[in-house]
């Protein structure tokens, strides 16, 4: 596994690079094995260190976990980060297990993909009056996949990738829906209801 420390306008010591170092190497290897990188970034906003953690799982699908802490100190910024990418690990190898076991039992249907296109929208959009002809403003276009998944596959790819929401094909049934992090901490699953014939 290969583990980068590096410093976003902050300069990074020996001490905390072989502390990052020992604990991703401890931390991470206790529940994958599949690791391939490991990336720290340490930065400095105002009076506190933020450490963003990111790690490639380096399986098939693409998987990355993420961590970030922002902390006062930049040791328990780091510690922050890492117990969250910890977090994410123990609950992506729980669910492993699971879905091996639940494998077994019933045969997966067909995976189904589709392209998309993935767009970063301004705040401000959605601001103007509908009279108005602007358009919001696109900061960011970048393509994406939308998966086949179960629900339990796209909670696990959500968390483990710090995302806010995600769009999948349901194995289940073949249909769109949509997983998010509500504001309480809960995760809300749409999952809208086939046409009448």
Known sequence: ????????????????????????????????????????????????FR??????????????????????DVYAAFDEALEKVSKQLRRYKRKITNHHKQHDEAPAPANKRASAVKYV?????????????????????????????????????????????LMFFNSAHGRLNVVYRRADGNISWVDPEAKAA
């Open 1 to 48: 596994m290969q583990i980068l420390v590096s410093g976003k306008g902050v300069e990074v010591g020996e001490s905390l690079r072989e502390h990052a170092q020992a604990q991703i190497d401890e931390h991470v290897k206790k529940y994958i094995d599949r690791v391939t990188s490991v990336q720290v970034v340490v930065s400095r906003e105002a009076h506190m």
């Open 51 to 72: 450490v963003d953690i990111t790690g490639n799982l380096g399986t098939h699908s693409g998987l990355v976990v993420r961590g970030r802490g922002e902390v006062s």
């Open 121 to 165: 929208l301004s705040p401000e959009a959605g601001e103007h009056d509908e009279d108005e002809k602007a358009s919001a403003l696109v900061i960011a276009e970048k393509p994406t996949e939308i998966r086949t998944m179960t629900v339990s596959e796209a909670v696990m790819k959500m968390d483990l990738q710090d995302l806010p929401a």
